[in-house]
Nanobody, 124 residues
Framework: QVQLVESGGGLVQAGGSLRLSCAASGRTRGKYAMGWFRQAPGKEREFVATTSRSGDSTRYVNSVKGRFTISRDDAKNTVYLQMNSLKPEDTAVYYC?????????????????WGQGTQVTVSS
């Protein structure tokens, strides 16, 4: 089992920045693909960003390209989501997820482990 705990959410004005962190614990030996998803009020959860097990490959949803950056520090078992130029439409609960499978994973069902989420609110 892998436990994931997100942190770093909060309230920020439009144009501001936040950095989310996701700390993994438990059965963390071996590398995992890590992803960030988000769920806005009244909407389904959507893919935001992912990094492959090696960290060599990343992918983003079009709406955050150029503004968000996913990175990982395997020595700390932590993955980050740096969010710049935030917009009100980025308001959502952000979830971290982990998967043992290889490749670039963008679908919820591909991830076995999930955190509880952290709220990000962007005011206009």
């Amino acid at each position: 089992q892998v436990q994931l705990v997100e942190s770093g959410g909060g309230l920020v004005q439009a144009g501001g920045s936040l950095r989310l962190s996701c700390a993994a614990s438990g059965r963390t030996r071996g590398k995992y693909a890590m992803g960030w998803f988000r769920q806005a009020p009244g909407k389904e959860r959507e893919f935001v960003a992912t990094t492959s097990r090696s960290g060599d490959s990343t992918r983003y949803v079009n709406s955050v390209k150029g503004r968000f950056t996913i990175s990982r520090d395997d020595a700390k078992n932590t993955v980050y989501l740096q969010m710049n130029s935030l917009k009100p439409e980025d308001t959502a609960v952000y979830y971290c997820a982990a998967a043992a499978a290889p490749g670039i994973l963008t679908r919820e069902y591909e991830y076995a482990y999930w955190g509880q989420g952290t709220q990000v609110t962007v005011s206009s």
